[in-house]
């Protein structure tokens, strides 16, 4: 559908990779003018990301971002223009331990890495972990060692199952303990209990003094699932995943044409 939101929203919240970035991990100029098109008409722009604040932190300084910032699948809720975290949520490390093992039982050995908590919390797993992100080092770590100190959320990757099944095979062993979600990168992420996407972006419209119904979302992954559907109007990419499209009120083109500034332009008379 493409009738667009009911009046003109307030706040525009998007997700980065595959959403408002390229595959190359760039912003477009005609995104970049849409974006400031669209503050200029009003509208708050809030970044939802799965992005620990240490890897969105690049971006965030390239777009001279300085609001506030749902990052860690929504983990962390990070004031950019002052360079520290507002709120920050961690795993129990227990209730990981013990489906880790009812998986092992299931399903065989899992794969696991660890984002500590913190805003350089850096990212912690053993060599036969495959990581998907070249420009994100993974430190060395034994198993002792992942759960040294708090943790933001876990990675997890399985030799043989598909991404999908092996997080509908998470959910089932972890009783809600923890949200498991598909974010991208062949890796199942695990955050704390109840904390989605749209857990963070309601924290921060309640703080800017938005409504959901005032607010139009974009995003490209399960991840973003709560948060579209959590939104007035939530618009997935022509490139996302089913799950992400069959909530979505209107299907944008793909993130390297420019899917997100095309709805912008439309929205916001910017075209």
Aim: proline letters at 6%.
């Amino acid at each position: 559908m493409t009738h667009g939101p009911t009046g003109t929203p307030g706040l525009v919240a998007t997700d980065l990779d595959g959403t408002l970035l390229r595959s190359d991990e760039s912003l477009s100029p005609r995104t970049r003018a849409a974006l400031e098109k669209a503050v200029a008409a009003g509208a708050v722009h809030v970044i939802v990301t799965g992005r620990s604040v240490q890897t969105a932190g690049p971006v965030f300084d390239d777009l001279r971002y300085d609001g506030l910032a749902v990052c860690g699948q929504g983990a962390q809720l990070y004031d950019a223009g002052a360079h520290e975290l507002v709120a920050a949520h961690t795993i129990d490390v227990n209730a990981v331990r013990t489906v880790l093992h009812r998986l092992a039982e299931a399903i065989g050995p899992v794969h696991v890495a660890v984002a500590r908590a913190g805003i350089a919390g850096g990212f912690h797993g053993p060599a036969t972990m495959p990581w998907p992100w070249d420009l994100v080092p993974l430190h060395p770590a034994t198993e002792a060692d992942l759960w040294a100190e708090p943790v933001m959320k876990a990675f997890l990757n399985h030799d043989r199952l598909p991404v999908d099944e092996l997080a509908a095979a998470v959910r089932s062993a972890g009783n809600g303990f923890f949200e498991a979600v598909n974010a991208g990168g062949d890796l199942v992420e695990l955050v704390p209990a109840g904390v989605t996407k749209a857990t963070g972006l309601a924290e921060v419209a309640a703080r800017l003094g938005c409504a959901a119904e005032d607010t139009i979302a974009f995003g490209d992954m399960p991840s973003d699932v709560p948060m579209l559907v959590w939104a007035g109007y939530g618009v997935a990419m022509a490139n996302g995943h089913p799950e992400a499209i069959a909530v979505a009120d209107e299907v944008a083109p793909s993130n390297d044409e420019d899917g997100v500034a095309v709805v912008l332009e439309r929205v916001y008379g910017t075209g």
